[in-house]
């Protein structure tokens, strides 16, 4: 008789997910027992519960780096800030949905279990330390999305968003898994410390130069590229993130962001290294190429959720600059840097509060029957609620990276990783596209305060809800603060960064 | 006394008092918005008198030192200080700014509150960019200034007012943005070859700057050269000023002329010269050469001018290729003019542009063929006015003239033929200015609109006295002024000259060698 051997498995690393999944049951149950008009009570337990797991992810702060589940799951402190900051992004979703999701008609208490859902998919994702732990993330958390996009059932837009995402998505994860196939074929090991072992033996110009590694390079970054929605991957985008409720659009700009932005650093950086030379051209032509075109998309557009949606886009290709100038070829030595890398998570950090502070502003102005989607909705808001406007107004100033925003700091550190490693053209690109969109956040501010009211009879319409309110004014007052004291931000993101190495 | 942060209380003052209007006073309150906006800039304008009488003129250095550390981990520090380049920049920009809040009191005369609170966030923003020895600082403060002057214009601003608040903004965004290139390239320059530390603080990227090679000092020149030059504006990057100019509000148009162009030509006194000497000895053709031309075009231009805010925006561009000129002369002379002239230009520009204001109020035209003859009607208006221009023309005894001839001794040190052109620009702007005058003031009184136009009224003839009262004192009795800034503006030359210096000792020495060899 064979002995069965079970593995050592260290559940408590894995105490947030188990949570997690724990709470998701607890909110499924919880909602059928709550009537139609209290389901704000399934967002309050849901924040509650969120609140309990970041809780948790916090005190695996300086444990790791440790892995368990036979190496498939990882924790270190670049996992807990993403995972962090993941939370964070979904408890204030949370606290913003309870009352849009009312106004929208969609106040279904599964709309909190398929946002933990996703949750759950991302914090997989960003602890994963395998290939298979890869996909398994990256599926969870984008069918949760593809569910929460199409939430909104009566409104065609909302439908066709999901559909289309979904369908794009499932193709784009096929591509992916090709690309795990062909590097698992290669390699003979899905665990990515056991891959990048085995790629960094052998010779270097061996491994650069085999086809089968190449196809998998490129695989690999066409599956994430349309994750992180780079040009021109993107098609998606723009309909996906208009369609849908706009506090799961606020969510998704944020977290599957943040959650792809920090396996494609585990894969790309720790894993695959040695092939650093294939795919950081390919990286760089995404990112200059993201940062153009959503910059200059948005600029045409006049739907403020669809320009916001566009310059969410480009601020993944300035995330990305910085990604991909985390390499340099020393007299032929790799040689990482926690600078940049900390500087990839100091942007993801700020722009948590600044994106979701600007999709804010738009559920703020959605009321019955009236969605403030148009630029032309806001016009002269400045002058009849300037306190309103003045807050937009940050929240653009920060996208658009002026000071004294949590958004310039951001911005100013990503261009500085990129010099720093001489990526000086990127750095150009991504200024000047920076100095552009200042254009179509100006054109905001212009309609709010310098544009009289179009009709100055008819006042503005907006929430009063205290849960958004309050939202608000934290993202307002993170935003501020992050600008003005960012040292303690800095210094935790460059010790997360530096546990990867 | 002598520990209380007077500089930090200079610029956050300001501040201050614009969240104090924003939180506590009421909308419909315009007196007390005014009474109260008046008394913050008065308020700062007198504490920032000890600069004056405090200075110690023989210092080169830094006097008032502040320093903080603001984010250790990117090497930001809060580091504030005075010297001979920025001292009278400070006096200037407090003295504007409640000039232009006194001036705006019937000019403006709706959502007053947003008014006065965006005029004090930029005298806050204007004088953190003056006061910042750390870049990352001065950068800072440089982009803040942009967005209340956006506000500005395109609130309050005449009819092409969104046009030209957008175009002012993006135009200087865009240069800022790629200077913003430069000083990053310092900064890791200075992290790998340099100190080996991460910092932003000026003193300490004193000693690295003359060190970077001449290949990089090139780039980070033009970097620093496209940021500074729009906002001088030198040619060919000037025109986003006489829209920005003409759509602005009377206050809006004195604070950009008088303070915020002057950003641009003590950027590169404060950073371009000293930090990148040698590549500053090699543009000096292209720099003078600019200069130059903005000095003609822009006296051309001028003349050519209907509205009498373009002709004055012009005559900026025209002043400041001056000011530049004298810059760019790399001597003694030529700094101490050119440093003089930005605030020479700064007192008899912006009283141009608040007496243009107030005849503006009285007929809402700034068309000179709408005027004629006014030197019946507003004596007093008119002698004012001809004392400013006077000044901006540059006539012994006014202000105007002493920075002009310290220029023009700079640039014929440099070569003749500079001096030359330099010298037809005065002729010029003598020419567009008299004509003016003469088309305004002289002749006869024909318009009938312009029959019962009301003089200059006490509160306006308050707000230019200080104006006027400088032009003559600086005119006749330069001395405290020039002897402030003579100490750091030599240092600057010895900087930037020392190459120069040391090219001469190789000469010679190679001379010796020849000599000796021979024999």
Known sequence: MQQVVIPDILFSLAFPEISLAILIGIVLIFDLFVSPEKKSLVGAVSLIGIVVVLYFTLTQWNIGPKTTFSDFYIVDNFSVFLKSTILICAALTVLMSIDYIKVEKINYGEFYAMLLFSVFGMLVLVSANDLMTLYLGIETMSISIYVLVAFMRNDVLSREAGFKYFLMGAFASGILLYGIALLYGYTGNTSFTAIAKVLSSSNVNSIVSQPVLILSVILLVGGFAFKMALAPFHMWLPDAYTGAPTTVTAFMSVAVKAAAMAVMVRLFIIVLPTLSTRWTVLFWVLAAATMIWGNVAAIAQKNLKRMLAYSSMSHAGYILMGFVSCFSINNGKYIFSDFNVSSVLFYLGIYLFTNLGAFGMLIWMCQEGKRGDQIEDWRGLGQSHPWFGMCFVIFLLSLAGIPPTAGFVGKLYLFAAAIQNEFYWLAVIGILTSAISMYYYGRVIMVMFMEPAKDPNVPFEFSRASSLICTLVILLSMTLYLGLFPDSFINITKLSASSLF | MNNLPLLSLIIFLPLLGAIIIMLFIKKEQVKTIKMFATGVAFLDFLISLPLWTNFNDSEAGF?????????????????????????????????????????????????????????????????????????????????????????????????????????????????????????????????????????????????????????????????????????????????????????????????????????????????????????????????????????????????????????????????????????????????????????????????????????????????????????????????????????????????GFVGEFLILIGAFKKSYVYAAFAVIGIVLGAAYMLWLFQRVFFGKLENPKNENLPDCNLREILYLAPLVILMFWIGLYPKPFINKMEASLKRVVKIVDQNEASKKVAIIQDRISKVSVKN
């Open chain 2, 63 to 399: 006097q008032f030192v502040e320093k903080a550390s603001w984010i250790p981990s990117i090497g930001v520090s809060y580091y504030l200080g005075v010297d001979g380049i920025s001292v009278l920049l400070i006096l200037l920009t407090t003295l504007t700014m409640l000039i232009s809040i006194v001036c705006s009191f019937t000019a403006i005369k709706e959502r007053e509150k947003e008014y006065y609170v965006c005029l004090l966030l930029l005298g806050t923003g204007m004088l953190g960019t003056f006061l910042a020895i750390d870049i990352f600082l001065f950068y800072v403060f440089f982009e803040v200034t942009l967005v209340p002057m956006y506000f500005l214009i395109g609130i309050w601003g005449g009819t092409r007012k969104l046009y030209a608040a957008i175009k002012f903004f993006l135009y200087t965004l865009f240069g800022s943005v790629l200077m913003l290139l430069g000083i990053l390239a310092l900064y890791f320059f200075n992290m790998k070859s340099g100190t080996g530390t991460l910092t932003f603080s000026l003193t300490e990227l004193y000693v690295v700057g003359p060190k970077i090679p001449l290949s990089l000092q090139v780039w980070i020149f033009l970097a620093f050269f496209i940021g500074f030059a729009i906002k001088v504006p030198m040619f060919p990057f000037h025109t986003w000023l006489p829209d920005a100019h003409v759509e602005a509000p009377t206050a809006g148009s004195v604070i950009l002329a008088g303070i915020l162009l002057k950003m641009g030509t003590y950027g590169f006194v404060r950073f371009v010269l000293p930090l990148l000497p040698e590549a500053t000895q090699l543009f000096v053709p292209f720099m003078v050469l600019l200069s130059i031309i903005g000095i003609i075009y822009g006296a051309l231009v001028a003349m050519a001018q209907t509205d009498i805010k373009k002709l004055v925006a012009y005559s900026s561009v025209s002043h400041l290729g001056f000011v530049m000129l004298g810059v760019f002369a790399l001597n003694e002379q030529g700094l101490i003019g050119g440093q003089l002239q930005m605030i020479n230009h700064g007192i008899s520009t912006g009283a141009l542009f608040l007496l243009v204001g107030i005849v503006y109020e009285r007929r809402h035209t700034r068309e000179i063929s709408e005027y004629g003859g006014l030197s019946k009607q507003m004596p007093i208006f008119t002698v004012i006015f001809a004392i400013t221009m006077l000044s901006s023309i540059g006539l012994p005894g006014l202000n």
